[in-house]
């Protein structure tokens, strides 16, 4: 059985998030991955450059193209730009009744240049986060969705049961951006937490370590696993990923996408 996954999201012309990370992590998981590119963006390891958004039709045709021929067992979704291509997205998956969907609410490069319209926050709640099986905010994308404000581990859970209530499956709220020595992911099922924690790792090496993370649970999903088992091994190949540097770029340097596969051991 070749299991498929489709990644939707922009290209990172540096190629350590976006598009380039998603099929990165999609092979190293035995998965075959497929694109559907919204934007194509012009980043390196001090920035993003340009954005330069794909129109409505081209989007719709890829995605059009790969339901018709390819039908892939799990979707994700990134950096989806503006209002318009967030509801045509959604459509699609709709119409194409993808039920495992992974929503990683992309919103600002760790740089700081914005990777989504900030009109379009309100199409992300009302059209694509109701079809997502899992969605994945770091805290300040939770803080934004919500309108509330995290500080501590019972903000987030409060959090979390609000995103529930958006439709989403699942939640996963990751802690890369808080500041303890433990990094902390916190999921909702609609009933329970659970929360995945690893040691801190000190580095400014952390490019793209939201669009691996949503891409291994897209991986693990496509080849039938549950939520949690999925996260657990998300846990594992970030924490090898950033851990083994590959210390390129002269700014926030890409993870190691090869880390995991090779058994790479982090303390
Ligand atoms: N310094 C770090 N050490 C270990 N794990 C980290 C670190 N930073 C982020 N992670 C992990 O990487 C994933 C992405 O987290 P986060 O940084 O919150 O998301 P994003 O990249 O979307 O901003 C999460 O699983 C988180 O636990
Ligand atoms: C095309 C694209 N998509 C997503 C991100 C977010 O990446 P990060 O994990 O660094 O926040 C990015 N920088 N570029």
């Known amino acids: 059985m070749v299991y498929k ?10 190629g350590g998030a976006g598009i380039q990370a998603d099929l990165k992590t999609f092979q190293e998981l035995d998965v075959y991955g497929m694109s559907a590119i ?11 450059q340009g954005v330069y958004p794909m129109s409505v039709e081209a989007v719709i045709q890829q995605i059009k193209s ?19 291509l967030i509801r045509a997205v959604a459509d699609e998956i709709k ?6 969907l992974v929503v990683d609410p992309v919103m600002i490069a760790k740089g700081g240049a914005s990777l989504l319209q900030e009109e379009a926050v309100a199409a992300l709640k009302e059209y694509l986060i109701p079809l997502a099986y899992v969605i994945t905010p770091n805290i300040p994308e939770a803080e934004v969705l919500s309108g509330m404000k995290i500080n501590f581990m019972a ?18 709220i ?5 500041n303890s020595e433990l990094v902390t992911d916190l999921l909702y099922d609609g009933e329970q937490f659970y ?8 580095t400014q090496h952390t490019h793209g370590t939201g669009c691996t993370f949503a891409a291994v649970i897209t991986a693990e999903l496509a ?3 549950t939520v949690y088992e999925a996260i657990q091994v998300a846990k594992e190949f970030i924490h090898a990923a950033i851990g083994e540097e590959l210390g390129i770029g002269s700014g926030h340097g890409p993870t190691n996408h090869w880390a995991y596969r090779r058994g790479v051991q982090v303390g």
Do not use: C
């Open 155 to 172: 903000d987030r859970k409060m959090v979390a049961i609000k995103l529930y209530e958006l439709g989403a499956k699942h939640v996963v």
């Open 38 to 48: 919204t934007a194509v963006t012009a980043q390196n390891t001090l920035g993003v």
């Open 174 to 178: 990751k802690g890369g951006h808080d």
């Open 5 to 14: 996954a489709l990644t939707i999201a922009g290209s990172d012309s540096g």
């Open 66 to 84: 790969i339901a018709a021929d390819l039908p892939p067992q799990a979707v994700k979704t990134g950096m989806l730009f503006s209002s318009e």
């Open 223 to 225: 080849k039938g696993h």
């Open 195 to 202: 929360e995945f924690t690893s040691k801190r790792l000190i």
């Open 95 to 100: 119409h194409a009744d993808w039920v495992k």
